[in-house]
C-alpha cells in the first residue's frame, strides 16, 4: 500500500466490506500508510417496522458505525449508511424522519460528523444493480441536503455525468464552498414535519426540502435565495 502511495501517487483508501474484516487490520492499514483520506464501507441493516419502512429511532444503527471507526482508529470515515437510509424514506412524505429525539440530524452526521461520509448512491445502492435506491425522482432534493449538512458529502458518478443534474449538483457544491460549510458545520433545524424540512447550518444558509413552499417567518429576511428546484431550495445570509 505504501508502494502504491509513493510509486503510483495514490493518496487514500476505500476500505471494501470492512465487516468481512476485524477492524484492527484497518486501523493497522491507517497508522503505517498514513493516507490522507480513508473511508470504510460498513454495510449495516437498518431496523424496519411491521410494514416493511424503516424505523424512526435509527441511534443503534449510527452507534453501529460509529463503533466500527473507534475500532479502527478513529482516524478512518464511513459511508454514513444510516443518513442515506433515514432520507430516501424521508423524502417520500416522511420529512420528519430528519430530526432525531434530541432535535439534530438522525444520521452519523448527527453524532460524528467529521467521520462521516454522506452519500445518495453508489454502484453498489444503485446504477445497474439497484440493491438500494433512492427514489429517482427525489434525487436531487437528496444532495440538497447531503451538500449543504455536515458531514464529507460524495456525489454519485451516474447522477452528475448520466442523470442531467450536473448544473443544479455543481450550485449546491458551490454554495457549500463559498459559506465555508464543513464537516463539523452546526446544524439548527427550524421545521421537520411531513412535508416540510428546514435548516440552517453555520447561520449562513438555510435549506428546504418538501412540496410545501410556505416557510412563513422561519427565514429571516437578511437571507436570499441561491438556487431552487423541485421540492428544495437553498437561502444564502446577505448581512
Known sequence: MNWLKTEIGFSGWRFDFVKGYAPE???????????????GEFWNSL????DGKPEYNQDNHRKE????????????????????GILQAAVQGELGRLKDSNGGPPGLIGISPRNSVTFIDNHDTGSTQKLWPFPSDKVIQGYAYV???????????????????????????AIRSRNGIKPDSAV????????????SIDDKIITKIGPRSDVGNLVP???KIATSGNDYSVWEKTA
Open 25 to 39: 487490520f484497518t486501523k493497522l492499514y491507517v497508522a503505517n500508510t498514513k493516507p490522507s483520506f480513508s473511508v
Open 47 to 50: 431496523a424496519y417496522g411491521s
Open 65 to 84: 458505525l460509529a463503533g466500527w471507526i473507534g475500532n479502527a482508529g478513529g482516524e478512518v470515515t464511513a459511508f454514513d449508511f444510516t443518513t442515506k
Open 147 to 173: 451538500l449543504t449538512h455536515p458531514g464529507i458529502p460524495s456525489i454519485f458518478y451516474d447522477h452528475f455525468f448520466d442523470w442531467g443534474l450536473k448544473e443544479e449538483i455543481s450550485k449546491l457544491t
Open 188 to 199: 439548527h433545524i427550524l421545521a421537520a414535519d411531513a412535508d416540510l424540512y428546514l435548516a
Open 221 to 223: 429576511p437578511t437571507f
